[in-house]
């Protein structure tokens, strides 16, 4: 009786282990692309804002993209950029780049996906 209860004890603690694990895996994903800005720069400041809710999904890391106050020339090639994970109940959201100038990145109205891959404008 006390192994039965001990085997339940440990499925018990790695079903546990395996949730925690894969709420932190998630990730957002937004390819970027600018149009003819010659020069860019991301703030680390830069957020996915839930609709509903106003939470917000922090900035991980940035690709082919230097953070401020550092600037990145246009190569046309665009950047990436990962954020934390979405809420599981949202399904639109904005990007906004929260700085204290104006010409911040922007996108309203992103329409969530499965895939939590998206690609953008500016």
Same mark, same amino acid.
């Given at each position: 009786?006390?192994?039965?209860? !001990?085997?339940? !004890?440990?499925?018990?603690?790695? =079903? ?20 003819? =800005? ?36 246009? =190569? ?17 959201? =904005?990007?906004? !780049? ?25």
């Amino acid at each position: 009786m006390n192994e039965t209860e !001990e085997i339940t !004890e440990v499925k018990t603690h790695s =079903d546990t282990e395996v949730k925690t694990l894969e709420s932190e895996e998630r990730q957002t994903i937004v390819h970027c692309t600018c149009g003819a =800005d010659y020069a860019y720069r991301i703030w680390p400041s830069t957020y996915l804002i839930e609709h509903g809710t106003g939470k917000r999904a922090k900035l991980i890391t940035a690709f082919n993209i230097t953070f401020a106050p550092q600037w990145t020339l246009n =190569d046309g090639r665009g950047f990436t950029l990962i954020f934390e994970g979405l809420s599981k109940g949202c399904t639109t959201f =904005d990007l906004k !780049e929260m700085i204290p100038q104006e010409g911040g990145f922007e996108v309203l109205g992103i329409l969530r996906n499965r895939a939590d891959v998206y690609q953008v404008e500016f």
